[in-house]
């Protein structure tokens, strides 16, 4: 659990590692310390960026205006923030849709 220093609210971070380009975009376990989520787009004009920001923000129930990359644009790794859940509570709804 996390809070914005700044403002207070709950901010989850999360740490991605994307595959582009798959067959479906879902959660595909674990890459490392990061959760690997296979997009079905390509990483081209920022496709792959917005699939995976309106993935996030559907499965977490969250507007995707709360769901900002905050590093990694132009990489497979990526550090996400979503306003308004904890990291825990993400992190179990995510994978609890791929066990």
């Known amino acids: 659990m996390a809070a914005d220093a700044g403002t207070g609210v709950l901010t989850a971070t999360l740490v991605v590692h994307v595959v582009p380009r798959a067959r479906a975009t879902d ?14 787009a390509a990483p081209v004009d920022g496709a792959a960026n917005d699939e995976l920001v309106r993935f996030l923000a559907e499965r977490l129930a969250v507007p995707r205006s709360a769901v900002t990359i905050a590093a990694g644009h132009t990489s497979r790794r990526k550090t996400v ?4 859940v904890k990291t825990a509570d993400a992190l179990r709804t995510l994978e609890m849709e791929n066990a």
């Open 27 to 40: 959660v595909a376990g674990r890459h490392g310390d990061a959760l690997k989520i296979r997009l079905a």
């Open 81 to 84: 923030k979503i306003v308004g």
